[in-house]
């Protein structure tokens, strides 16, 4: 794939800039009409539609980031020099052409598209119909930036696929494609594991456990709970299941001090026959398949739990492999839950929304990945480079 020059790459991202500066009232037009043909009732997804000046200023903020970056591709991760006169050299590259596929977020657009192309890569972004037109104005922004910059529109595109011309490109792709990353609720993520024939880095599902300990400050587990639960139920680091020790200090006040507080804020409450022995006014989970579920909602589970082995095995046969937290003034006792769970981000004493490329340090994010290969957590720039081995000799034959 060619490389694009560090400076041309960073023209475009200041074109970009330019131009979303300059369309703020064309935006907010096209994202009218997207809000107001959508169905409210699923409330997180419509909360991820909307377009207002603050979230264009985000836009805007997040290609600056990007721009301020160093540059991903190119840059020599080893270098050896055998006996034999044999320079080897392990680069990063661009992974060559991605595929996204995302609902309703139209800041996707932007910082997907702001990351891949400053690593070098084509993009294709199929967002959801949901966001049609903001999406439209969105791309057709940034062929504007790159014919400015004399580059080809084929390094960011829209696709306007129904679900079955989707599963179609997926099966047969009419150009290559080297990794998708499906950014949502586990039915897309069926989806795009059935049929793709690429890399898949599964990003989105969250479905996050925050577990308090026998030796928890108590006043600090209220706090983190309520911002993990209540500060965006639309964010996939949103808090649903809550793990309480059996063994705290005045457990049963404890737990209804935590359900009442939870229900004054609006947090509907679900919980398992332990912990209703306590909250007997409380909907029990029926069905173990709520365990799993994500809920993007104001809702959660608590549930009780009598050793850490036993909240760690939990959350381990439940969580998305997103985010968990540990409250606890017992540093062991972090230490060991922070190893033994499989999460992509494991916490102490904080709060899981901070499962976020700007909030990491890491910048723009193209998603939250809770694969294992070849990254887990934030998709930052750094990222979406790939490797290859460059090899110097000078007539070498192999003996």
């Known amino acids: 794939m060619k490389l694009i020059t560090t400076a041309i790459k960073d023209h475009v991202l200041s074109s970009m800039i330019r131009l979303l500066d300059a369309n703020h009232e064309a935006l907010l037009e096209a994202n009218k009409k997207d809000l107001e043909g959508f169905n409210k009732d699923d409330q997180a997804m419509y909360d991820r539609l909307i377009i207002n000046e603050d979230k264009i ?34 680069r990063t590259a661009p992974f060559g052409t991605i595929m996204i596929i995302y609902e309703s977020r139209p800041d996707v657009t932007i910082e997907a598209a702001a990351l891949a192309f400053k690593a070098n890569n084509k993009i294709l972004l199929k967002g959801g119909k949901e966001a049609l ?15 400015e910059n004399s580059l080809s529109t084929n390094y960011i595109r829209l696709l306007k696929m129904n679900r079955e011309q989707t599963q179609d490109f997926l099966k047969k792709p009419t150009e290559p494609l080297d990794l998708i990353v499906p950014r949502g609720g586990e039915r897309l993520i069926a989806f ?10 599964v990003s989105g599902r969250g479905n996050n456990f925050l577990y308090v300990d026998k030796e928890a400050n108590w ?43 939870l229900k004054t804020n609006g947090v509907e409450v679900l919980v398992d026959e332990l912990t209703l022995r306590t909250l ?120």
């Open 219 to 261: 006043q600090q587990a209220i706090e983190v709970i309520l911002n993990a639960k209540t500060h965006k139920i639309s964010a996939c680091n949103a808090l649903d299941k809550i793990l309480i020790d059996v063994n705290i200090p005045e457990y049963e006040a404890k737990l209804k001090a935590l359900n009442t507080i």
């Open 280 to 399: 007997k006014e409380e909907t029990i989970i029926g069905d173990d398949a709520v365990w799993y579920e994500e809920f993007l909602a104001m809702k959660c589970c608590i549930g009780s739990v009598d050793s850490l082995k036993e909240a760690v095995n939990k959350i381990n046969k439940y969580s998305g492999g997103h985010s968990a937290s540990i409250i606890t003034t017992n540093n062991d006792t972090a230490q060991t839950f922070m190893e033994a769970v499989d999460c992509a981000a494991v916490y102490k004493n904080a709060s899981t929304r901070f499962t976020d490329g700007g909030a990491m340090g890491v910048g723009a994010e193209l998603a939250i990945s809770t694969d294992k290969l070849h990254h887990r957590g934030p998709l930052g720039l750094k990222q979406l480079v790939t490797n290859k081995y460059y090899v110097y000799g000078d007539g070498h034959v192999r003996m």
């Open 192 to 201: 795009v594991k059935e049929h793709a024939k690429c890399a898949v880095l």
């Open 57 to 90: 200023n985000s836009m805007v903020q997040a290609i600056k980031e990007v721009k301020e970056q160093e540059d991903p591709v190119e840059k020599i991760i080893s270098g050896n020099t055998l006996p034999s006169g044999l320079k080897i050299e392990n």
């Open 133 to 147: 037109n903001s999406n439209v104005l969105l791309v057709d922004l940034w062929h504007r930036a790159l014919k």
